[in-house]
């Protein structure tokens, strides 16, 4: 068997030299110009490394970039702060003087007539507190325990009962409903003696707002605190 196929083999095989180049030449070639083409992208490609326009030649973006630039009549108009916000009427606030009245009219922007004025007060004059009469004077008296209101309760106090204490050993006050012993407080007051007195046997609320309404009575006189006024 195996003599068998020796021979039948060898009776298929090329018996010559010559016949191995028809063989090859019948083989199919495979086109190696294509393959470069493909690769390489051909004769034409470019061989540098230049990155390619953007946006492309002919995009949207160039072609509408080569159209004439819009003139100024064209544009939006923008209103300036004096076109949004006119100025106000006549007289201005420049021309005007600081408490000189501006020209009657409508629309005008002059503060009331009440405050064209300043407000006339009387020149106050501090007097001369004796030594050791000043407000830390004070101060230390309040805390130093000893009895500035002269009752032993806080009392209901009548605009009658208020009449009687107004002499200088004696003085009371009633200011915003309180009724207060000013007789310790008398030697101590900035604008003197004579000053408080006005008020002593009687309701100095109004006088006190005219005078020095910024002070803090409450806690100038909470040691001298008598009472409450009320009605008779």
Same mark, same amino acid.
């Given at each position: 068997?195996?003599?068998?196929?020796?021979?039948?083999?060898?009776?298929?095989?090329?018996?010559?030299?010559?016949?191995?180049?028809?063989?090859?030449?019948?083989?199919?070639?495979?086109?190696?110009?294509?393959?470069?083409?493909?690769?390489?992208?051909?004769?034409?490609?470019?061989?540098?490394?230049? +990155? =390619?326009?953007?946006?492309?030649?002919?995009?949207?973006?160039?072609?509408?970039?080569?159209? =004439?630039?819009?003139? /100024? #009549?064209?544009? !939006?108009?923008?209103?300036?702060?004096?076109?949004?916000? !006119?100025?106000? @009427?006549? @007289?201005?606030?420049?021309?005007?003087?600081?408490?000189?009245?501006?020209?009657?009219?409508?629309?005008?922007?002059?503060?009331? +007539?009440?405050?064209? &004025? @300043?407000?006339?007060?009387?020149?106050?004059?501090?007097?001369?507190?004796?030594?050791?009469?000043?407000?830390?004077?004070?101060? #230390?008296?309040?805390?130093?325990?000893?009895?500035?209101?002269? $009752? /032993?309760?806080?009392?209901?106090?009548?605009?009658?009962?208020?009449?009687?204490?107004?002499?200088?050993? /004696?003085?009371?006050?009633?200011? #915003?409903? &309180? $009724?207060? #012993?000013?007789? =310790?407080?008398?030697?101590?007051?900035?604008?003197?003696? &004579?000053?408080?007195?006005?008020?002593?046997?009687?309701?100095?609320?109004?006088?006190?707002?005219?005078?020095?309404?910024? $002070?803090?009575?409450?806690?100038?006189? /909470?040691?001298?605190?008598?009472?409450?006024?009320? =009605?008779?």
């Amino acid at each position: 068997m195996t003599s068998f196929l020796r021979s039948w083999l060898s009776s298929q095989a090329p018996t010559t030299s010559a016949d191995v180049p028809s063989i090859v030449e019948a083989s199919p070639v495979l086109n190696t110009d294509d393959d470069d083409e493909t690769v390489h992208g051909g004769d034409d490609a470019p061989t540098d490394d230049a +990155p =390619p326009a953007f946006p492309s030649l002919n995009s949207a973006q160039r072609v509408g970039a080569s159209k =004439p630039a819009r003139t /100024d #009549n064209a544009l !939006p108009r923008v209103l300036t702060d004096a076109q949004l916000m !006119p100025p106000p @009427p006549v @007289p201005s606030l420049a021309s005007r003087s600081l408490g000189v009245p501006a020209v009657s009219g409508a629309g005008s922007l002059a503060v009331p +007539p009440s405050t064209h &004025k @300043p407000p006339a007060s009387a020149k106050r004059l501090k007097v001369a507190l004796a030594p050791g009469h000043g407000p830390l004077d004070w101060a #230390n008296l309040k805390r130093s325990g000893q009895d500035l209101r002269g $009752v /032993d309760t806080l009392l209901r106090v009548t605009p009658a009962m208020l009449k009687e204490h107004r002499t200088r050993e /004696d003085a009371w006050s009633a200011f #915003n409903g &309180k $009724v207060y #012993n000013i007789t =310790p407080y008398l030697p101590y007051h900035p604008g003197g003696e &004579k000053e408080l007195m006005r008020v002593a046997g009687r309701d100095g609320s109004k006088l006190f707002a005219l005078t020095h309404a910024w $002070v803090n009575l409450d806690y100038m006189l /909470d040691a001298c605190l008598v009472g409450f006024l009320v =009605p008779e």
